[in-house]
């Protein structure tokens, strides 16, 4: 922890409350313009394609049309769950020699592999996988949409043509990586300013500047007139797999028109008296029900408590890291991944996670259509023969998880984050403060927490109660942090609460652009 950050400085919230929708997002605008749609009498699902594409648009380096995740639906008509997987896979055409290991080393970003030359699995065309977002966003839509297409990315087409607004905090993210995005033409071209430095923040209290995104705007416009045919099969998905290639990369437009999403039955998750319902397979939807588990072996007096959520967490981990894949020291680098939730008024909820993978995923721009690519290649294990290794066609092991869970008081709760492997535990945590210990969705965001996602030792936040803090120091190596915007010591969960008719809204309170907006 900073030794100048202020440790009595407190950041609040408002609770949103309201009969109606609500949407909670990485960001207001465009949790608007999913408000927006539950206002016109849009579907919760119509309200995620609206909000999910305007995230494309104004957090960019988060996710994307040429990135992938993962969401849970719940359709109050019928009282099912769905679960829906949009992951990225490896292409076809991937060969494992331009994969060399250069023997000393590990990759510099979220995982600790050993580094490959060049870092070719985190950076450049190389590490682009195959996405599905727009896919994801689609095949929900066709299913219960009720507003047409076109219409519900009218929003993001508009933004982009407007422009991302530049402030101290898109200021900074661009910053972060502003190195990387100088080794890119066209990302530089996007984002930086005379190809090298970060965009300048005006000091004035109302800025004018923006970043023009007139290209993925046109590319916006494609996809709201053809839908998601234009990715997966069209000359949209043609332009993107042709720029990938010459750029060193290997997508190819058989790879876009394989790659879809696809409906699947969610994991049960049962929970004490409660249920949660999760994405199953490459996902953390089963460290999130192996983490629940093991809280259900510990009485419900001690549960609900950083000790015992620090216990679970650690076995859950273990065997994510032993068996699923991806071990060793977790990174201090920021994901990029977004997260939000929906509720409308007739109870039809959506937790939804889009991710690009790493803070601007692949650092590079396809020109063609003005998109940010994936570094996807990274979620494999550069190395042969263990679990989640690299090798052409597989499906990449996500961190996202996104669930939905009917709690004790009959009420109905859709939570989810972004942050990388830090993802389930802050989802873990939210849903056993809900259960054990009875908390309002807007009273498990304000709990300090903590993270254990390397399996081997505990973040905590310093807002814990000494006694908690020495308890943990017991039960593995400590390292209490403040928490903060950047960099996030923390996941960032954005979630969404149904109760006897009144919905709730929160997100993460440390998250300058987040909010909750009501219908």
Known sequence: MSQALSPTMQVLRHVVETPFGVVAAQHRLAAEAGAEVLRAGGDAVDAAVACGFVLSVLEPWMSGPAGGGAAVHFRAETGEYHALDFGMKAPAGLRLDDFG????????????????????????????????????????????????????????????RAGMPVDWYSSLIIGCAARDLAADPDAAALFLEDGTFPPAMSWAAQSAAS???????????????????????????????RDVQDKGGYLTVEDLAANRARF???????????????????????????????????????????????????SAYDHRLTRMGADGEVSKAPGSTT?????????????????????????????????????GIMWFDPVQGRPNSLGPGKRCLMNVCPVIGEMPDGGRVALGAAGGRKIVSAVTQLASLMVDRGLSLHQAFQTPRIDVSNARDVIADMALPQPILTELAQIAPTCVVQRSMLPYPFACPSGVSDRDGIRQGAVETFMPWAEAVGA
Do not use: C
């Open 101 to 160: 290991l250069i023997g000393a080393g590990k990759a510099g970003d979220l995982f600790p592999w050993d580094r490959v030359v060049e870092d070719r699995n985190v950076i450049g065309a190389r590490a682009v996988a195959v996405p599905a977002m727009v896919d994801g966003l689609g095949l929900a839509h066709e299913r219960w949409g009720r507003m047409p297409w076109q219409a519900l990315l009218s929003p993001a087409v508009d933004h982009a």
């Open 339 to 375: 997260h939000f939730a929906v509720v409308d008024q007739a109870g039809n909820m959506v937790s939804h996670t889009q991710t690009l993978l790493s803070l601007f995923g692949s650092r590079i721009v396809s020109p063609s259509t003005g998109f940010l690519l994936n570094n």
């Open 264 to 314: 699947h039955d969610p994991l049960r998750v049962p929970y004490r008296d409660a249920r949660f319902h999760a994405v199953p397979g490459l996902t953390a939807g089963p460290t999130f029900a192996r983490a629940l588990e093991e809280l259900s072996r510990l009485s419900p007096d001690l549960v609900g408590l950083a000790p015992a959520h620090a216990r679970a967490l650690l």
């Open 211 to 241: 970043l023009p995104f007139a290209r993925m705007a046109d590319s916006l416009d494609v996809i709201a007139r053809d839908g998601p045919e234009a990715m997966h099969g069209g000359d949209l998905g043609a332009a993107l797999a």
